[in-house]
């Protein structure tokens, strides 16, 4: 095993949200009860039973996927449950996390009370929280998750790939974030591929749709579960040729998915089961 101390820094500085999530308000400091681990990874539950057996491998195991599900289904990192990621998976690992980030963001973290971690030094556990920065922009759409109450989940999401299309225009290179896609501004925002599929699965976080980015070398867009099936969004190319033509659709000609075992890993995660065989 090697020292991953450095992770120790790194991960510190690291989907279903319902409507009226806010920051939480941060009690009086208290110091925290030391923490001590006596065993290589944890979960309460082993949620990997769930799950289709296809998707694991050697980096993407039953062992990850119970820490990372637990954090899922408990919706905070209050009582964590870990993993040990050794230094060649631990770039992908953190890539995955980043593809379910929407308005609750998942890092890898380390409790600051941790006394032995010397031991563990590949300790992986996962946060879940909303930074900050993200209170605004989800206050900001928080009355259009509203006016998609009652709708379907198809619906929602057509619902919002068009509100996305009023926000943004594409070009090719450009960045609009987040907290700048989701506040007042005049006009559109000129964005690319990635700052619309980011600021998508923020929207669909948002309104508890499961959603997360998929890539090719060069072009980045979404997947939602909805009617029982992962389906392809372009939020890019649907407000570039106007249209609706990359709107949940079963399949996307032409875009190898440069992640194939990571991708089926993420949808197990966020709904367990819903890659395997009908």
């Known amino acids: 095993m090697k020292n991953s101390l450095n992770r120790f820094f790194a991960g510190i500085a690291c989907t279903a949200l319902i409507a009226g999530l806010t920051v939480p308000a941060h009690a009086a400091e208290v110091q925290p009860e030391p923490y001590t681990i006596s065993a290589s990874q944890w979960s309460r539950e082993d949620f990997s ?22 954090t899922l289904v408990d919706g905070t990192s209050d009582t964590p449950a870990y993993t040990m990621v050794g230094d060649s998976e631990y770039s992908a690992v953190k890539n995955l996390l980043g593809r379910l980030e929407g308005a609750v963001r998942y890092e890898h973290y380390v409790p600051e009370n941790f006394t032995n971690y010397w031991q563990y030094l590949d300790y992986f556990a996962v946060s879940a929280e909303m930074p900050e920065n993200y209170q605004a922009p989800f206050d900001f759409i928080l009355p259009t998750i509203q006016a998609t109450d009652g709708m379907t989940d198809r619906e929602k999401v057509e619902y919002l790939n068009d509100y996305l299309c ?5 070009k090719t290179g450009k960045t609009a974030g987040v907290t700048r896609t989701f506040a007042q501004h005049s006009g559109e925002l000129q964005a690319a591929c990635g700052s619309y599929a980011r600021a998508f699965k923020f929207l669909c976080g948002a309104a508890g749709i499961p959603c997360f980015t ?8 979404n997947m939602v579960y909805v009617d029982g099936q992962w389906l392809h969004v372009d939020v890019s190319l649907n407000d570039l040729a106007n249209s609706h033509s990359m709107l949940l659709r079963e399949n996307y000609p032409n875009h ?23």
């Open 49 to 70: 039973q769930q799950a289709n057996p296809d998707v694991f491998t050697a980096t993407y195991d039953r062992a990850l996927y119970n820490a990372i599900r637990q």
């Open 166 to 170: 009023t926000l943004l225009a594409y």
């Open 214 to 221: 998929i890539s090719t070398s060069n072009h980045t867009w």
């Open 256 to 278: 190898p998915d440069r992640a194939p075992e990571q991708t089926a890993f993420l949808k197990e995660l966020l709904v367990p089961g819903s890659t395997s065989s009908k």
